[in-house]
C-alpha cells in the first residue's frame, strides 16, 4: 500500500497522482480484469499513449469525450488519457437505445465518441445526423457510421507513452456524470479533480483500507459509484482493484475469491438478491473484510455480517453532486438507531432548511443541505445549463432536493424525496421519463408512474403505471410492456399496468399520485412477474 502524497490543493489532479503513483510504486498492480493485470506503470504509460490518440483527433483542453462503454480496464485508460490533455469523459448509459441514446449523445457536446464494438449497433441505429465528427472503437466492428471518421483504440495503445505538456488544475472539471433526470430531461454533474480526490479519501478512510486489501467493482461505469468507491480510491491508496463489467448473483462471491477481493460495494437491492440466494456452506469462505451495502436495512445488518464474514459495513446517503452527505459506519464500535443514515463526513457541514431556507428545528423535517469547509469538495454545477446550477445553490449552500430529519444527538435520519421519482433496484427512476415512454405509444392518451414498495427492500420500489387509453382504443398489458422494452430503458419496463377510465386531478390538471398510491395492487392490476413477462435487456 503506497498512500498518494497530497501535500497542496494542486497535487489533487487525477493525471498527476497516477504519474506519481507510476513513479513510486511502477511494477505494482493497479487493475485486475479477468486474466489480465496492469501494473501502476503500465496504466500510467497506456493513458500517455491514448492521451496521444486523442490529441491526434484535436482533442484540446476543456473539450468533452463522450464514452459508451461497458466497464472495463480500456475505459480506465480513456478516461486518464482523456483528463492529462484536461479534456472531460463523459460517461452514457449502457443501457440506453434509441431516443434516449440519441438525447444522451448529444446533450455530451462532444466530437469524440468512445465505444464498445458490441454497442456500436446501437449507435448506428441512430441513423444520420450523429453530433461526432470521430467514432473510436473498442474491438472489431464492421458497422461504418455514415459521416464519421473511424479510428481504433487499440491502436492508441501503440502511440509514443510521453507525459502530455498540458497544465490541468484540481478544480478543473474532469468528468459530467448524468442524473436520473428526475424532473425531466437529465443534468450533467461537472465533476472535478479535486471532488473526485476527496471524495476518495473519504472512500479509503471509511472503508478502512490497508496494506495487502485489493477492492472489487462490478457496478456499471457510467455510475459515480464505481469510480468513488473503486477505482480512484485504488489509485490513491496504490492497491489493486479487480474490475468486472457486471454483478451477478450466482458468481459473485466466487468472483471475490478470484480476486481475492477484501472490499466490496453493492447498490439497491444487490445485497438483498446475495442475502436471499440460497445459502451455502463456504458463504463465510471469502475475502472480504468490508462491505458497502446501500442501503442496508437494519435488520440485515448483523445476520448479513455473520453470515458472510464481513467485519465492517459501510454506508451512507449521497449523490452525484455530493459523493458522501452523511457516513455511518457499522463495525461494532457505535449502536446507530434504527433507519439512521449517518452524520456528515469531516469537512461537510449539513443542515435541514425549510422552505424559507431557515433551518428546522431538531425532528422536524427539512431539505438536506450542504456546505463544504473548502472549495472544490462538490461538484462545479450542471453542464451546459446555468439555470439549474442557480437553482441548486441558494444563499450559499447547495440544495438536495431530498428531506431528512435530524434528531437530538446528532443522527440524521431519510424522510422523502422532494421531487417525484422512484428508487428502483438502485437507480433514481424519473417517473416522468417513464410516463414519457409510456405516452409514446399510440394507443396511450395519458398514463401516471410512480413507486409501490418494494418486498425485497423496503427503501425500494417496484414501478407502477397507471394509463388511459385513447377513445376506442385497445391495448394488453403485454403489449404495452414490449413497446416500452423495444424502445425506452429496460429498467423502465414496469412491474405493475392498470387502465383506468380517468386520472384523478387537481383543479391545475396535476395528477394526484398519492391518490393512486391508495388504490394499492388491486385484481385488475397486471403484474409483469405473475404473467412470466422477461424483460428482454
Not at 428526475?182 to 479519501?201: C, L
Not at 451495502?293 to 448479513?304: G, V
Request: aromatic fraction near 10%; glycine fraction near 8%.
Amino acid at each position: 500500500m503506497h498512500i498518494a502524497q497530497l501535500s497542496s490543493a494542486s497535487d489533487r489532479v487525477l493525471g498527476t497522482i497516477l504519474r506519481r503513483q507510476a513513479e513510486d510504486i511502477p511494477d505494482a498492480i493497479y487493475l485486475k480484469s479477468g486474466g489480465e493485470q496492469y501494473s501502476f506503470g503500465r496504466v500510467n504509460a497506456l493513458a500517455n499513449a491514448y492521451a496521444a490518440g486523442f490529441r491526434d483527433l484535436e482533442v484540446r483542453a476543456g473539450d468533452t469525450v463522450a464514452t459508451f462503454m461497458a466497464g472495463s480496464p480500456e475505459q480506465v485508460f480513456t478516461t486518464y488519457g482523456v483528463n492529462k490533455l484536461g479534456a472531460i469523459w463523459v460517461p452514457t448509459n449502457t443501457d440506453y437505445r434509441k431516443e434516449w441514446l440519441r438525447e444522451s449523445l448529444e446533450d455530451s457536446r462532444a466530437r469524440v465518441l468512445v465505444v464498445d464494438a458490441a454497442l456500436l449497433e446501437r449507435v448506428a441505429e441512430l441513423g444520420s445526423r450523429l453530433p461526432f465528427e470521430w467514432v473510436v472503437v473498442n474491438g472489431a466492428s464492421d458497422i461504418v457510421l455514415d459521416g464519421v471518421h473511424r479510428a481504433d483504440l487499440r491502436g492508441f495503445a501503440q502511440l509514443p507513452a510521453v507525459e502530455p505538456d498540458i497544465e490541468v488544475a484540481h478544480s478543473d472539471t474532469a468528468a459530467v456524470l448524468w442524473t436520473s433526470g428526475t424532473t425531466g430531461r437529465p443534468k450533467g454533474v461537472m465533476q472535478s479533480h479535486s471532488a473526485w480526490v476527496r471524495g476518495s479519501e473519504s472512500s479509503i478512510r471509511s472503508f478502512d483500507v490497508r496494506e495487502g486489501d485489493v477492492l472489487f467493482n462490478c457496478l456499471p461505469m457510467y455510475n459515480s459509484a464505481a469510480w468513488i468507491a473503486a477505482v480512484y480510491p485504488a489509485l490513491l491508496a496504490g492497491v489493486p482493484l479487480g474490475l468486472d463489467d457486471h454483478f451477478s448473483v450466482s458468481t459473485f462471491w466466487d468472483r471475490t475469491r478470484f480476486y481475492s477481493a477484501t472490499h466490496m460495494f453493492t447498490l439497491g437491492a444487490m445485497h438483498i438478491f446475495l442475502w436471499q440466494a440460497p445459502p451455502r456452506p463456504d458463504d463465510r469462505d471469502n475475502p472480504v473484510r468490508v462491505a458497502s451495502t446501500i442501503p442496508m436495512p437494519d435488520r440485515l445488518m448483523e445476520p448479513f455480517k455473520e453470515r458472510f464474514g464481513i467485519e465492517r459495513i459501510a454506508q451512507g446517503y449521497g449523490q452525484s453532486e455530493v459523493f458522501t452527505v452523511l457516513l455511518r459506519i457499522d463495525d461494532g464500535t457505535r449502536r446507530w438507531k434504527t433507519n439512521s443514515a449517518g452524520v456528515p463526513p469531516a469537512g461537510m457541514e449539513v443542515r435541514l432548511h425549510d422552505e424559507n431556507d431557515v433551518e428546522v428545528p431538531v425532528g422536524e423535517v427539512g431539505e438536506f443541505c450542504v456546505r463544504p469547509a473548502e472549495p472544490y469538495r462538490i461538484f462545479n454545477g450542471y453542464f451546459n445549463n446555468p439555470e439549474a446550477t442557480a437553482a441548486a445553490f441558494r444563499n450559499l449552500w447547495y440544495h438536495t432536493g431530498d428531506l431528512g430529519r435530524k434528531d437530538e444527538d446528532g443522527e440524521f435520519f431519510f424522510f422523502d424525496r422532494k421531487k417525484d421519482y422512484i428508487r428502483y433496484k438502485g437507480r433514481n427512476v424519473s417517473s416522468f421519463a417513464v410516463e414519457a415512454a409510456v405516452n409514446a405509444h399510440p394507443a396511450v392518451a395519458q398514463s401516471a408512474a410512480y413507486g409501490v414498495q418494494s418486498a425485497e427492500l423496503e427503501m425500494e420500489a417496484e414501478i407502477k403505471v397507471d394509463v388511459v387509453l385513447n377513445p376506442g382504443a385497445t391495448l394488453r398489458p403485454e403489449e404495452l410492456a414490449t413497446f416500452v422494452n423495444e424502445t425506452a430503458p429496460y429498467f423502465f419496463v414496469p412491474r405493475y399496468i392498470e387502465f383506468l377510465d380517468a386520472l384523478p386531478l387537481t383543479p391545475t390538471g396535476k395528477v394526484r399520485k398519492f391518490a393512486l398510491r391508495e388504490r394499492g395492487i388491486g385484481d385488475k392490476v397486471w403484474d409483469r412477474v405473475a404473467a412470466g413477462f422477461v424483460v428482454k435487456r
